[in-house]
């Protein structure tokens, strides 16, 4: 028999991304109103280990779903797959009489609410991270903030560029998936981008530059997913075989923050309601995704086991017209 759940938990976990506080806001309005009392656990499993869980209320989640970040806090506890310091989480749910937690992260985040859920506890994922690397959803919350982030750096860059007739190569993140690299690149008419290792090729990238200076362009964008080939190489590749003097700009953390798009904050208040549905209907260890129109849930096991994301989609774009 189905436990009845009566109270919930909440947390935010591995790294931060726009649309976050939206899920968070879906899942304590849902949930209020389908009579359930919702915790909010700080700083992800770390807040949990250490007792840090404070009740959410109507009033605590108002006007959060404009706000980048995540109003939990988020932390990484490297220790969280060892069981003993999981029991000691459970404990304190345990203490708070909380029967079941939504854990909103990346594909890390979800391990953690897989152990929980086989100790007891029923989990289910919410994909927040930037990085767009979980294959069991469209996309994950905050993709769409840091897309466009990317292009609206990208095209200040370009400014330069084209007024200094400069070469600038740009790092972006990604982690290990190529959907941020490519889809700026499409979004910014970058003329080289390296989206993973195995498909650099330098003298592809050469020839294209030397092809466009025949043309007459003056300035270049080169898009570099992280992970892949360190930027300096690249430059020294390109200064050494041309008569540019390329420049670099990483553009990091500022790629994370940010007020997230309509976009992360519909598909965030989406997946939010269906996690706490999902919970109601006795499920757990699964993570929910949306393709389209289309809501799903996916056991978390075989959710990591899906092939990463790969270029293949966009590959034919690559190349530059
Ligand atoms: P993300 O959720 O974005 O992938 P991480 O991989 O850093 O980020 O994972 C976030 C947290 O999830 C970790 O710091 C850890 O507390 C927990 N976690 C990750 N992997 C596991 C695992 N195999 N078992 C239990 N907890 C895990």
Redesign the pocket.
């Known amino acids: 028999m189905v436990k009845q759940i009566k109270k919930i938990g909440v947390l935010t976990?591995?790294?931060d991304a726009p649309g976050m506080n939206a899920a968070v806001y879906a899942i304590v309005r849902h949930a209020l109103k389908s009579g359930l009392e919702v915790y909010g656990i700080l700083d992800?499993?770390?807040g949990l280990v250490e007792g840090r869980i404070v009740p959410l209320s109507y009033n605590d989640v108002s006007g959060i779903v404009s706000r980048g970040g995540t109003i939990l806090g988020t932390?990484?506890?490297?220790?969280?797959?060892d069981a003993e310091v999981?029991e000691v989480g459970v404990k304190q749910l345990k203490k708070h009489d909380i029967d079941a937690v939504v854990c909103i992260?990346?594909?890390?985040?979800?391990?953690?609410?897989?152990?929980l859920s086989e100790m007891g506890i029923p989990c289910i994922g919410v994909p927040?991270?930037i990085?767009n690397?979980i294959p069991s959803t469209e996309f994950t919350i905050g993709f769409d903030t840091c897309l466009n982030t990317i292009v609206e750096s990208v095209d200040r860059i370009r400014d330069t560029a084209n007024s200094h007739h400069r070469c600038i190569i740009v790092e972006v993140m990604g982690r290990f998936c190529p959907d941020l690299a490519i889809r700026s690149s499409l979004a910014c008419e970058s003329e080289y981008v390296v989206y993973s290792k195995d498909t650099y090729d330098e003298q592809e990238m050469l020839r294209v530059i030397k092809e466009d200076q025949e043309k007459g362009k003056k300035d270049f964008v080169i898009i570099v997913a992280e992970h892949t080939i360190p930027v300096q190489d690249i430059q020294k590749t390109i200064k050494e075989n041309t008569d540019l003097d390329p420049r670099c700009t990483i553009l990091g953390h500022v790629q994370r923050g940010g007020r997230p798009s309509a976009f992360d904050r519909v598909l965030a208040v989406r997946l939010g309601i269906f996690a706490v549905d999902l919970l109601l209907q006795g499920e757990a260890g699964k993570c929910v995704g949306a393709f389209g129109e289309d809501l799903v849930a996916t056991e978390i096991l075989k959710a990591n086991e899906l092939p990463k994301k790969q270029a293949q989609d966009v590959k034919p774009c690559v190349k530059k017209i």
């Open positions: 976990s591995g790294g992800g499993y770390k932390a990484r506890l490297p220790e969280f797959v999981r992260g990346g594909d890390g985040t979800y391990m953690g609410g897989l152990r927040g991270t990085d690397d």
